[in-house]
């Protein structure tokens, strides 16, 4: 093996989704400020380039997105593409073929859901395995199997091959209990990379005319409520990266500079996915979730590794505790417990990495 000081970060960089760009951007330049060469191994592949194309532009299937709002997702894309080609990328190789990387000093897998064997295009490809990569040290880093449940465990195949990396870390509870029961390892529990390099993803706020909506396909009776609270309080909703009819306004077309300022400049986020309440939190912005049956293991996940169980509602949940919840922001506890998991994070990393 060519002798190399490069670090190769291996997660899913050209997801058309603005968390998939905003942890790979966020991991690379935490590794970068710690003096790491680091950039994004490229993989390639045709059959995963229209399956994220077939999402980008159909994200609530079997309900097809109307012919009015095809455009915006087509420009959406367009620059999340855009956005992710002007990171530090290494020469494209096919996916299926990592032989074809170039060598590395280290390679680090995540973070996002690259283990998530339930994913539709790359849940159980090898290569996050680590199968094929030219590296002496294979280490992980904020790694998830997504909603793929600690119930159903670990063939010993894929435990075989998790046992090939000399560190490994997670960002959820789910995931930890997956490694320890199927390889008898303690992975370390770390921050997503937002949450722990968050300097180019947190923007200065400025004026707040709005709520943020970030999300799709939500549950009838939570659209019903968010509505209501709108109404009563005078707040305008803008719905970020999608499109919901029940919002006062859209932006489906941002790309993701533009989603992390208008998180920035929210009063509140409301959110089913994960990053939407990475994004609420690291801006300290008043903010809830309901689970989705893809996203219910991680967001249910990310509120308890803060202590912050109450931003996650179900149909219990009365006018007045949603509220109080869109009028409060992150509060100190859970600041304070960033900044312990922060510190843990670091000591892992300059440790998997020294």
């Known amino acids: 093996m060519a002798e190399t000081h490069r670090i190769g970060v291996l997660t899913f960089h050209r997801s058309i989704n603005y968390g998939s760009y ?11 400020s710690r003096g790491r060469d680091a950039e994004l191994l490229d993989h390639d592949c045709g059959e995963v380039r229209r399956a994220e194309i077939r999402c980008a532009l159909q994200p609530e299937l079997p309900r097809r997105t109307p012919p009015r709002h095809l455009r915006r997702y087509v420009e959406k894309a367009r620059r999340l593409h855009r956005a992710i080609s002007q990171l530090p990328l290494s020469a494209p190789f096919p996916l299926q073929d990592p032989r074809q990387a170039a060598d590395y000093e280290a390679i680090v897998v995540g973070s996002d859901e690259v283990w998530n064997f339930r994913h539709p295009w790359y849940g159980s490809k090898p290569i996050f395995f680590g199968d094929g990569l030219k590296t ?8 998830s199997f997504g909603n793929h449940s600690a119930n159903d465990g670990i063939d010993s195949l894929w435990a075989d091959k998790l046992d090939r990396f000399s560190e490994l870390s997670v960002r ?3 995931s930890l209990h997956l490694i320890r029961s199927g390889t008898g390892r303690l992975p370390a529990l770390v921050l997503d990379p937002c949450l722990q390099f968050p300097r180019s993803a947190r923007f200065e706020p400025s004026e707040q005319p709005y709520a943020l909506v970030y999300g799709h396909s939500f549950p009838r009776w939570f659209q019903a409520r968010i509505c209501d609270w709108a109404e009563r309080g005078g707040h305008r909703l803008l719905s970020v990266g999608y499109a919901n009819a029940w919002s006062d306004d859209e932006r489906v077309e941002a790309g993701p500079i533009e989603f992390a300022q208008l998180v920035a400049a929210a009063s509140a986020v409301i959110t089913n996915f994960f990053h939407g309440c990475v994004f609420a939190i690291l801006h300290g912005k008043p903010w809830l979730s309901c689970s989705s049956d893809y996203r219910s293991i991680k967001v249910r996940d990310l509120v308890s590794l803060l202590h912050d169980e109450t931003r996650l509602v179900d149909e219990r949940v009365s006018a007045a505790e949603i509220a109080q919840l869109l009028a409060t922001p992150v509060q100190e506890r859970v600041n304070e417990r960033i900044a312990e998991l922060g510190a843990h994070s670091n000591t892992y990393l300059d440790a998997a990495l020294s």
Do not use: F, H, I, P
């Open 22 to 32: 905003w942890q790979a951007r966020c991991l690379l330049d935490g590794l970068r």
């Open 136 to 143: 002496s040290r294979l280490v992980s880093y904020a790694a």
């Open 172 to 174: 959820d509870e789910n």
